[in-house]
Each structure stands twice: as C-alpha cells, then as structure tokens.
C-alpha cells in the first residue's frame, strides 16, 4: 500500500493552469523532492495534497482513502502536516501554545470538559503540554518556551515551524522551502534536522525547495515541475543532469547554489 | 481548598453583598449600580471572547441581549403571572422561585440560537463583512421584536416585575442580586476557563493565522460555532437579568448604541484581557454614573475621554495582559493556567 | 355587484392597472430619491476605506453636520443674522452658494478629524479597530456636541427653492426630487472623472490597490487621505443639504440611521468601489421604498436588514468588491 498516491491531479486558478496532470506514487519512508523554478505550481501541490484547495480534477489518497475535498484540518488529523514557505506562526501565542494548539484536532475533549475540568481534561491537557515540552526539548526551543514566535532567530522561527508539524504526529511531513532565508551554518543545521527527524519519528518526508545543496544532500528522489507539468523525476544525480531541467531553469540563477 | 481560592473569595463577597443588601443598609441606587456593574461585566468579557481573543469585529452584542432579554421574560410572565395575552399563570407562582435560573438559560439558549446567524456568515466572511452583517442582526432582531405586538411591539413588554414579587413572597432575598452574582462569576468562570485551555487557545490561533489555524488542525468552523454561540448566549443571560431588573424592557434598548456601549468597555479593557474586561465594566459603569448629573453633556464627555484614551493608551487599560501577569501574587488567588507551562507534573 | 357587461370590467380593469403604474412610477422616484442620499453618503465611507481600510463611523453624523452647516450658511445669507452681507441675493444663487459654502466647511470638519482623532493612530500603528471605535466615538461626539451646544429643538431648514410640483402625465414630481436625482447622477461622473483624471484621484486608486507600494513610489499619502476625506465629506454635505431641502426637519440625531443604512450601502456594492456606492445606494433606496409599498412601513428596515443579510452571506464581497486571493 503506498501512503500517498496522486492521479492525474490537475487545478486550475481562473484560467490559469497551475498544476496539470500530476501524478506520484510515494511509499513510507521515501524522502522525496519538488524542485521547479518560480511559480511552477508546488506550493498549489502541497495546498492541494493538505486540502487547502479542491482540486480541479484527479484524486488523491492517503492510505487508501480519498482526500481530495476533505478539510484541512481533517487532512492534518488523517496524517499530513506541513511547513509554510511564508512563516505563519501564531504570533501572539507563545512558543509553548503554538505547540499544544497545533495539537488541537486531537484533544479528545469538548466543551464540557473544559468548563467542568473533568478528569478527561486534566489527563488530556497533560499529555498536549507533555507532547509540546518534549518537542521543545529535542527542536532545541526550550529556552523560548514563553516567548512569541516573532521575537525568535529567523532560524528559530523555521525551526518552531517543524516542531510544529511535528505536533501533529503527522505520518507525511510536507515542508515547503525550509530552506529560504537561511545562512548558510544555518542550512548546515537544516540538513542535519531533516535527517534526524526522519529517522527517529520513521516519517516520510515530501520537501519543496530551491537551494540545491539542500535537495542533494538530503532527497533519494526529486520530481521537477515547469509551468504545472512534471518533466523529470529520478534520482538528485540523474536530475542534475537532465537536459530539461537544465532548459527549464536556464536564464534562472537558482541551480548554481549548489 | 486551595486550588479554589478564588471562587471562594468570591463566594465570600457576593454572601456579603447579599448580607448587606438584605439588611437594608445599600441605598436601592446602589444596589441598582451593583446590578448594572455585574450585568456589565458579563456583556464585556463575552464579547471580548470574539473582538479579544477571536479578533472578530462584532458590533450587534445588543441584538443578543435582546433575545435573552425577551425570551427570558416571556417565559417567566406565562407561567408564573396572569398576563393579558398569555393568560393565568401556568406554574404555580411560587416555583418561580427554582424555576427562575432555568428560564434565564432557555433565553441563553436563544441568544446562543440566534448567534448562529453571525456564526454560519463567519465561516466565509471575515472582517469588515461579518461586522456589518452583526450590524444587521443587531436591527433584525430590534425590528422582528417591534413588529411583534403580542409581545408590546415597539412600546415595549412588562410584567417580570409581578415574578420577583412571587419570589419574594416566598423567601425575602434579593434575588436578582442573587442571581446577577451568581451568573456574573459564572460567566467570568466559564470564559477563564475556556481561554486558558489548548481548546479555547484556537480561537487566538484563528485571530492570528486564520489558515495556519485550519491547516495545522483547529476545525476553525466548530471553534466559530463554539465561540459565537458562547458568547451570544452569555449575552442573552445578561439580557434576561437585566429584564428583571428594571420589571420592563423595550427594543429601543437594545439598539447599536447599547451594543457601542459594550465595544467601548472591551476596548477600553483591552482585546484579549479577561480581567480588563472585568475592570473596565466595573469602571465604566461608575463613570456613566457620575456623569449622569451632567445628562446631555454626559454623552459629550465620555467619547472626548475614550478618544483621548486612545491616543494616549490605544491598547486599553490592560493591553491584552492579565492582572496576573501585572500582579504574579495575584496568581496565588486565582487559578492561573495561562503561562503555567512547567508547573505541570 | 352589478356589473353591466364586460366593457365595464375592462374600463375599471384599465383604471385600475393605470393607477398601478402611476404609483409604480411614483415609487420609483421616491426610490431614486432616497438612493441617492444613500449614494452621497455611502461615497464617504467607501472612498475612505479604500484608502485607509477605515470604515469610518462618524461619517453619518458628517451629514448631519453638513446639513446643520448648510442651515447656518443659508440663514445667513438670507440675512436672517445680525451680521448681514450687503447684497441682496436671490434664493437660486443663495441656494447654489450654501452648497458650496457648506460643502467646503463640512470638508474642513471632516479634515480636522482625520487631523486630531485618526491620524495619530495611524501613525503609533494602532490596530484598525481602535481606529473604528475612535471614530464610533466621534459620531457620538458630533451627535451630542451638537444637541449640547443647540439643544433638542427641531430646526427648519428655509425653502431656497421655491416648491414646484410637475405632472408628468399623473406622476406628480417635485423640483427638489429632480434635482436631487440630477445632482447625484453627476456627482457620479464627476468622481469618475476625479479619479481617473486627476493625480490625486489616480493615487487614490493606487493606494487601495496596492498599500504597500504606494509610499515606495513616493506618493504623499498624507495628502491623499486629507483629499479623501476632503471628497467624502463634501459629498455627504451635499448631501445633507439636499435632504434637508427636500425634509426641511433638523435634528441631531438625523445622521445616525440613515448613516448606518448608507454604510450597508456601500457594503452590498462593494466597499471601496465608487460605483459600489452608486449601485448600493440606489439598491437600498429601491428596496425600502417597495417594502413599504407592499408590506406594512414598519417592516421596511426588518426587510431591508434581513435582505443585507442574506446577500452577503452568498456574496460576501459585495457587488463590485473582488475577494483578494490568499497567497499561502
Ligand atoms: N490563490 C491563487 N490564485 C491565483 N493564482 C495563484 C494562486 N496561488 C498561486 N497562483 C499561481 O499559480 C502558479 C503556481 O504558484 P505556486 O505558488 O504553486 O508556485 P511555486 O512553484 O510554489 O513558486 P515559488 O517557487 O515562487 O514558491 C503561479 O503562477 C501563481 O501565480
Ligand atoms: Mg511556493
């Protein structure tokens, strides 16, 4: 069973075609690429695969099961959870909350229990604020628990932006450019994170990003999209040197950061 | 014990106000200021819960007001009083005595039904469009209730004073004293709670990043449901106390100025500020009524102060802190789950 | 019944769908009428928020102000105060003048409280919300400043225009009414013009296109809001003193409702659009009048809210207004 299987996705925006006839097949564990100059649609794969948009036509399924049309928050408690390529923490909660809200799909208790603080709550709220302490511990966030996400290191911010995600125990993590923005010692740490995180939460990992010392270094597989259509797919090497890659990002300077 | 100091302390004041109150020794103008201050403190911290926390911009909170108000008033002049369109008393008068909390609910519930006109909208409308669709709900409700003449109409509906008067006969408390003390710190209880919960958070997360909310999780629809419905209800039970406090309630009352009025105390609160609002209900109330020699100038001098106020503190008086954050010692008093992070064992 | 053959049930028939159409199109003018001190109003509100994304809530008490300022100004140039201009002036200049007049002072109004209330909110960053209830709050100044300072009496404002009464085959019409409808209609292509034309106009439209680039490109944006509000509140003077030509009855509080139904006015069109305003103005004006021409008048703002409501539940935008695309 593949966790993530695409067919023939297509959206449109308007008349613009954002994405056309995207297909992928991802199994557990893979770690896999989108690479694609500016405005070649893998931000609208990403918003379509977690629900944010309805696809104009194809399907996808997660685990055998149809999520296109599903709300996002219903795809997040299926499974999926992503980064945003324009940080969009939870400005005025601190670090800690943003971490324990993201939890929110799956508190497990309503209204009532809050209002009665019944025994569910007490037991519920412990084990959200144990998962966010613990997240804090091993994203290194500790020491800004009680601070607002917009007062940390730029690195910092991408960073709470995994924990995050990871909050969600999500089986697929979706990270839109974790990349941008960053100093080079920080991309370092990046590289260093991604892998870490793959192997000790056994997540599969779908990553959008333009600097390709991040690709290489990381992805077993890339896909390449241009103007909303895949034109190469295969291993980081065999992209490198794929003539339409090449033609696709030629006049662009984004390949040579590698 | 311990964990509960707060409510106790409460629990203790409201006992001495009733105490003093029954022995005479508030003048009934007082007591009355008391009341307006409660009912007050309910109006602001709900709506705080959505133009605070939920960074929505409600400006009908009186159209909710008004459905408790009517709804809860109705109720109770069926079925405890002879009523020339509703005819004899249904109940016997003197159960008013148990029943009268309960009624008070069923016009929350209303109120938290009619909320649901603002709540559906919301779910596509954010901002400046919802704001003018409370707008309307506010003059929706006001119109439906003066082209009801059963009801009084335009002129207005009478009679709850009859039911106090049933309970009073049976035990002599004040009981709308009673009532309004018991419904304010429930309120403020309900709503502590809920916002100091990961639950209650994800309305702020909504305010902040409304589509970072819904994709990291918050099903921001039922949190929308969740808070107007709150919110409106606890309006439609400041409503039905304040019905019986003055024994008549016209829909002239409950029009945008009313609702103004409660905007005005969340800002000058601060958004985001339980016990800002709770602060500036108190001291709002005051103010109004140590203007009221002043009567046309009244309404001249409160705008002048808010306008200076926000040019000198346009966060409010309490920004969106608590008064435990400005006073940590205070935490010792009240449950403070908000920032409690490693507290947690 | 004693009809008398069907010749009879045709003349009555025939009478009575004339009658139908008599007031259909009577109904129409007062319609056009009232939608268009919808429409003066509603320009106010949605021209600022264009550019400041403020809905400016005393902006109904502006027309108050305006029309209270058009008393003023037309009493005194009919020399009904103890300063009098020496010329005697006939009612059409007198009229014509008091516009202009009212116009410019209740402009000046409108600057000075951008100048005092809002400005110096904007300029700490204050979140837009507090610049909406300061400017509730200045409504309220206006509304009882005004009640303070000249007390709870009805004023009535002079007929500078002689009433005339037309017949338009069975329709009767007003002068005032034509007038009002005319002046609306080319307040309309004036805007156009103004902001198509003329640079400040252009930089209007610049700004609520696009916020951030605006300064970038060296735009004053202070003097585009003073020349925001400078149009919005002219608009509304006229505005005030058209209605009080035509409802020669002052008050103080003669701003509130109509000024909130002018806002819904300019939401159902579109905020921030000028033909919004027009369209939104208009749509109103039509809706109440034939609420009351059908159903019993005290229904009017019940139906016309309940109406509101609904469409922006389906259109949450409005007529004109285009929802902005999340970019995530
Ligand atoms: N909400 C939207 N409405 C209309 N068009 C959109 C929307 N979102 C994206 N687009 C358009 O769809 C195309 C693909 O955009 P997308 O954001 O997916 O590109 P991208 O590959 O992520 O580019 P980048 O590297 O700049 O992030 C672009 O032309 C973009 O302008
Ligand atoms: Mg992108």
Sequence with gaps: MALLEIRRLTHFFGGLRAVADFNLRLEGGELLGLIGPNGAGKTTVFNLVCGFYKPTEGDIFFLDKDIAGLRPHAVTAMGIARTFQNIRLWNTLSVFDNLCIAQHFRLGYGLGDVVLRTGRFVTRERHVRRTAEELLEIMGLRHYAQERPGNLPYGMQRRLEIARALATQPKLLLLDEPAAGMNPGEIDQLVETIRWIRESFTLTIWLIEHHMRVVMSVCERVQVLDFGQTIADGPPEAIKQDPRVIQAYLGSEELSHA | MRRHRGLWLYAAFSLAILWVCGHEMLTAYAQLVLMFIGINIILSSSLNLINGYMGEFSCGHAGFMAVGAYVSSILNVWLFTSHKVFGPPVLSPSSAVYLFPLTLLAGACAAALAGLLVAFPSFRTRGDYLAIITLAVNYIVKSSVENIQAIGGARGFMGMRKVIEEMEAVWRIPWIMLWILVFTGLTVWVLHRFVSSSYGKGIVAIRDDEIAAEIMGVDTRRMKLAAFMLSSGMAGLAGGLFAHILGYINPGTFTIMKSTEVMVMVYLGGMGSLSGSVLSAVLFTLILEVLRPLQVIKWVVIPLLLILLMLWRPEGIMGDRELTDVFPRLRRWFSADKGDVHGAP | ?328
């Excluded at chain 3, 400016?56 to 029309?67: C, K, R, S, T, W």
């Excluded at chain 3, 002689?162 to 017949?167: K, L, M, N, R, S």
């Excluded at chain 3, 921030?272 to 369209?279: H, S, Y």
């Design chain 3, 1 to 328: 019944m004693s009809g008398r053959g069907p010749s009879r049930w045709r003349d009555r028939e025939r009478q009575e769908s004339r009658v139908f159409v008599d007031t259909l199109l009577q109904n129409i003018l007062n319609a056009l009428q009232w939608g268009s001190f919808y429409a003066l109003i509603a320009l106010g509100y949605t021209l600022v928020y264009g550019v400041l994304l403020l809905i400016n809530f005393a902006h109904g008490d502006i027309f108050m102000v305006g029309a209270y300022i058009g008393f003023f100004v037309a009493n005194f140039l009919l020399g009904a105060y103890a300063f009098k201009i020496p010329a005697n002036l006939s009612p059409p200049l007198v009229f014509a003048l008091t516009i202009l007049l009212t116009m410019a002072l209740t402009a000046l109004v409108g600057v000075t409280l951008e100048r005092v209330a809002y400005r110096p909110l904007r300029r700490r960053g204050a979140p837009r919300l507090y610049v909406v209830i300061t400017a509730l709050m200045c409504g309220l100044l206006l509304e009882n400043g005004n009640l303070a300072l000249l007390g709870a009496s009805r004023r009535s404002f002079p007929t500078l225009i002689p009433p005339a009464v037309y017949d338009l085959g069975g329709v009767l019409v007003t002068n005032v009414k034509i007038l009002v409808i005319i002046a609306t209609v080319l307040v309309f292509f004036f805007l156009e013009a103004v902001v198509r034309k003329t640079k400040l106009g252009m930089a209007m439209r610049a700004i609520s296109y696009d916020r951030m680039a605006v300064p970038l490109m060296g735009i004053p944006v202070d003097r585009v809001i003073v020349f925001t509000f400078i149009l919005g509140s002219s608009m509304a003077a006229l505005g005030g003193v058209l209605f009080a030509s035509a409802y020669p009855v002052l008050e103080p509080y003669m701003g509130a409702l109509i000024g909130w139904k002018a806002f819904i006015a300019a939401v159902i069109g579109g905020i921030g659009e000028i033909r919004g305003a027009f369209v939104g103005g208009f749509l109103l004006g039509f809706v109440e009048i034939f609420v009351a021409a059908f159903f019993p008048s005290t229904l009017r703002d019940l139906i016309a809210f309940s109406i509101l409501l609904v469409f922006l539940s389906f259109r949450p935008t409005g007529f004109f207004g285009v929802a902005r695309a999340t970019k995530i």
